[in-house]
């Protein structure tokens, strides 16, 4: 909700060595902006919602630009590894120095993800994405898990 976002921002800007915001899923036009899915608890409709439709729309792609530039991952006391998804497939070899990190750290710094900006190569995308989006549940689990009603 856009009141989460505010506080989230105001709370990275009042303590910017304290708060680290990591990228997920809903942090992307493809999921925050589908209102055919999610209806008024959708991202997009709450700020038209409350700005009306030009500059609603506005201060969702503003902030959507700002999700943009969020990073996907962190390593915490070089030992916890934190994803908001799960461990990316490897594009090139894994046992190479760095390995699935160093995939992840050459992910464009600014990364559309769903939908990918121009500048975006194809298997860093995948990277990125896997990185927001590869949640340890098979396909079964996620089709029973929600609630068609209220979406969670």
């Keep these: ?39 008024a608890r959708s991202f997009i409709y709450q700020c038209q919602e409350r700005f009306g439709q030009t500059v609603g729309f506005q201060l969702w792609n503003e902030i959507n630009e700002t999700f943009d530039r969020m990073p996907l991952a962190a390593v915490i006391d070089q030992d916890i590894f934190c994803v908001h998804g799960g461990i990316p497939r490897p594009i090139s070899d894994p046992n190479a120095d760095g390995g699935r990190i160093r995939d992840i750290l050459n992910v464009s710094k600014v990364a559309g993800i769903n939908p990918p900006y121009e500048h975006e190569e194809d298997e860093y995308q995948q990277v990125a994405s896997d990185c927001i989006w590869s949640d340890p549940a098979s396909e079964e689990q996620e089709r029973t898990s929600v609630d068609e009603e209220t979406g969670y």
């Design 1 to 39: 909700c856009l009141e989460c976002v505010a506080y989230l921002f105001a709370m990275k800007l009042s303590l910017p060595h304290k708060v680290f915001l990591l990228r997920g899923n809903h942090e992307t036009r493809d999921v925050n902006g589908w209102e055919e899915h999610y209806g």
